[in-house]
């Protein structure tokens, strides 16, 4: 069936064209094949289509009538395929982008907004879950994705780093005492993340790296929820530093030893347009002042 399609569209060209030169160089096409697809088209309906010499080229009478359904279907292919494509580059089309729900309030948000508003046609999808999506599955156009990047078939591109602290409340620190090395980390009660391991290593200027792991009291799927529950003193938590405030009544624990930051990627399929909407915001998000403010907490 495609092929009697090609067939019938390769045909229609030669006879707008008056040649098979003509419509071979208009199809990209050796001339060969444009008058062996002419010839099979023939073959597979049982009749000729065509009388030619090496000069002219005349339409039977069954060439008349197939020429006016493969007319109507080149027009239709002409018409709808590339009609389609100036209207959805005019229409702005759709963005579904993907981002970690820690970030909703920071000014990460705001870029994304500034860059969809000066597109009034373009209808912007927002998905916000700390859960890694399914770029492909869901048909996401970009995604924003924190910490290293394994081998997938999706592009990449580095855009922030987001900083990170430990953090625990003043009731909690009450009842446990101030840690004063990271070791002393393993035995305390822990926020965990059921998307990340329960473990973190803290890195000091002189005294190197020091990795540690821990039984979470307690499990969530957020990572403002973690800083919440920390706030509350049910545990200890490692929250954006951009989220840390002491007003909450939380402290800043072992300062001197720092949380390696986590990288901010933006992530999307290897196949979409190099100039659509999802490649300008990415180009946008990497820009200057994107690197310094994306992971800043947003204007109240």
Request: proline fraction near 6%; aromatic fraction near 8%; include cysteine.
């Amino acid at each position: 069936m495609l092929k009697d399609v090609r067939y019938l569209l390769v045909f229609a060209k030669v006879v707008q064209s008056g040649s098979f030169r003509a419509a071979a160089e208009s199809l990209d096409m050796s001339v060969s094949s444009a008058s062996l697809y002419v010839s099979k088209l023939e073959e597979r309906l049982g009749v000729a289509l065509l009388y030619r010499s090496t000069r002219k080229l005349s339409l039977t009478q069954d060439g008349e009538a197939i020429f006016d359904i493969a007319q109507q279907m080149l027009q239709l292919y002409s018409e709808n395929l590339y009609g389609y494509k100036d209207s959805h580059r005019h229409s702005g089309g759709k963005l579904k982008v993907a981002i970690p729900a820690i970030l909703i309030r920071s000014r990460l948000v705001c870029k994304i907004v500034a860059f969809a508003s000066r597109e009034p046609r373009l209808q912007l999808h927002l998905q916000c879950s700390d859960h890694h999506n399914d770029i492909i599955g869901e048909g996401i156009d970009l995604a924003i994705r924190l910490g290293n990047m394994p081998n997938s078939g999706l592009k990449a591109r580095k855009i922030f780093d987001l900083d990170r602290t430990l953090v625990g409340s003043d009731t909690f620190l009450q009842r446990h005492g101030s840690p004063t090395h990271p070791r002393d980390l393993q035995e305390l009660p822990w926020i965990g993340l059921s998307m990340r391991p329960s473990s973190r290593t803290f890195v000091h200027p002189q005294q190197g790296s020091c990795e540690i792991s821990y039984n979470p009291v307690s499990t969530v799927d957020n990572v403002e929820a973690s800083y919440r529950l920390a706030v509350c003193g049910l545990g200890l938590a490692v929250p954006p530093r951009f989220l840390f405030n002491p007003d909450d009544g939380v402290r800043e624990l072992l300062p001197e030893w720092r949380l390696p930051p986590l990288p901010a990627y933006a992530v999307w399929p290897a196949n979409a347009p190099g100039d659509g909407p999802a490649q300008q915001l990415v180009a946008r998000l990497c820009a200057e002042d994107t690197q310094f403010a994306a992971c800043e907490l947003q204007d109240a």
